[in-house]
């Protein structure tokens, strides 16, 4: 029997004579947790979707168990003990758990009917059996991403698992649900199932893998056992260069405390009307922090008129405006870099250069609207696109087609292009490289030496710590906590986050 459950040899792709993936390999050992690492485009989630069934290699062979395997669609894959759980959920939001388990191969009665207990009864036991608490009667739209997440493994479990593929598990959970997470995953490796586990995370690589694999621009860089290597030693692989894991230097706190306003804002939501500050100064970054559900999204969201408030007075450059819109925002100088690219930030079929201009073709368009300058667009897009470091043939590329942290430097590239002094960051790094987030972190401290305010939404705590000039802390959709200097630590922040104290 082979020591290798899986072995994918040589294995190339090309999209229209783009070189995805060239002459990579993997090899993951019985009942192992294999880490696969690299960059935002180094080929990770297209070898997933070859071993998964959703593409077909160009060159490269794939054994299972030791058999070679061809797999033509992911119900092949299926039925050859390979489970893949991708970032977007392939869940049914208006079906109850148990449905979703069974989904595609439902449980009839004797009269055709469905057999609902029964799915129930089955779920159930699956669900214990993973030591997972949720009642298979729960409609999926009513439970946490977690938990749908659980769902989804289970789901894959109920075959005849030899390999499962996680696919940033990790990205949205908060710690405590990593830890639920990687308990389950202990589980099924005691189980004998084996996974590639893909993550941003290094931290969780060395927290819950036994060997890691690094690819960088679709190549194959190598494979280590994870207690051998540094995070150093990782980052290097990943990125084949040193990649510093310092924050740049921040203003002193007096510095920025005696620069002016540039933004107040008073607002209520919700049903207390309890009023929430914010304060604002010309080259400052605001970091807001929390924990998730904390309301830190809701409220930049009333604040640019993407939510109702119950009142609500904002202060731009000292003279007070009205807000009622996004739109409304960006006619003052306020932009908002959403926490959902896909949804939010993009539009995924458009091109780079057509994203980049979304926010300005009112100021580029001539006529009344009727003609567009195309050119002064696209010197506007190749600025960003040289400025920023988008990985891409071409501007006219879809944004669809790229990858994570490319995206997410099309939706920064979108507000710079406008006169926006007052930037929103809403979990900026989420989902990309470490490469990525360096140069975003760069990005940050350059656009305050222009005196670009900025609000920085953030559940990565270093992040919270190592960019902010001054932190508020959030809980329960308060404002409990304003940290400045020294007080800016993760002791602090969390004693404030949970409850641990109050400000009064």
């Known amino acids: ?71 033509s669609s992911p119900q092949e894959a299926r039925k050859a003990g390979i489970g893949i759980i991708f970032q977007e959920f392939s869940l049914v939001p208006y079906l109850t758990v148990a449905q979703n388990i069974f989904l595609g191969r439902e449980l009839k009665t004797k009269i055709g009917t469905l057999d609902n207990k029964k799915m129930c009864s089955l779920a159930a036991d699956h669900l214990q059996d993973l030591g997972v608490q949720i009642d298979p009667k729960t409609v999926v739209n009513q439970l946490s991403i977690a938990q ?121 939501r919700g049903k207390d009307y309890q009023e929430q500050k914010i304060t604002l100064h010309k080259g400052e970054i605001l970091g807001l922090s929390g924990l998730v559900g904390s309301g830190r999204t809701e409220l930049i969201r009333a604040l640019i008129g993407a939510e109702k408030t119950n009142d609500k007075q904002v202060l731009v450059d000292g003279k007070e405006v009205k807000i009622n819109s996004p739109y409304d925002a960006l006619h003052f100088g306020i932009g908002y870099v959403p926490e959902d690219r896909k949804t939010q930030g993009v539009i995924l079929p458009f091109s780079i250069l057509d994203n980049t201009v979304l926010n300005t073709l009112t100021k580029t368009a001539k006529f009344h609207g009727i003609w567009v300058n195309q050119k002064k667009n696209k ?79 953030s559940s990565e705590l270093p992040e919270i710590i190592g960019l902010s000039d001054r932190v508020l802390v959030m809980r329960s959709d308060k404002i409990v906590a304003e940290l400045i200097g020294d007080a800016i630590n993760s002791e602090e922040i969390m004693r404030y986050a949970t409850g641990g104290k109050t400000n009064g």
Request: aromatic share 6%.
């Open 379 to 457: 010197e506007n897009c190749e600025k960003q696109r040289r400025e920023l470091s988008i990985k891409t043939p071409s501007v006219q590329q879809k944004v669809r087609n790229l990858s994570g942290g490319n995206q997410q430097k099309v939706v920064i590239a979108k507000w710079l292009t406008t006169d926006c002094h007052i930037l929103i960051f809403d979990e900026p790094t989420r989902g990309i490289d470490v490469g990525a987030k360096a140069e975003i972190y760069e990005l940050l401290r350059e656009l305050v030496k222009k005196n670009v305010s900025i609000i920085l939404i």
């Open 148 to 268: 749908q997440q659980f769902i989804e493994i289970t789901k894959a479990v109920t075959d005849d698992l030899k390999i499962l593929i996680l696919d940033e598990p990790t990205a949205t959970l908060t710690p405590n649900e990593v830890k639920q997470l990687f308990l389950l995953m202990r589980r099924l490796q005691k189980r004998g199932v084996s996974m590639v586990f893909i993550s941003h995370h290094i931290d969780d690589v060395f927290e819950i893998a036994d060997r890691v694999t690094c690819l960088r621009d679709g190549q194959y860089i190598g494979t280590k056992e994870v207690r051998d290597v540094s995070t150093d030693q990782l980052i290097q692989m990943m990125v084949g260069r040193t990649v510093s894991q310092k924050f740049p230097p921040k203003s002193t706190y007096e510095t920025i405390l005696q620069r002016p306003l540039c933004l107040e804002a008073s607002l209520s």
């Open 1 to 71: 029997m082979s020591e290798y459950v899986l072995r994918l040899i040589g294995i190339s792709k090309f999209f229209g004579g783009v070189k995805a993936l060239q002459n990579v390999h993997l090899e993951v050992k019985r009942g192992e947790i294999h880490a696969l690492l690299g960059e935002n485009g180094a080929g990770k989630s297209t070898l997933m979707k070859i071993l998964s069934g959703v593409y077909q290699p160009d060159a490269g062979e794939i054994e299972i168990e030791g058999n070679e395997a061809h797999f």
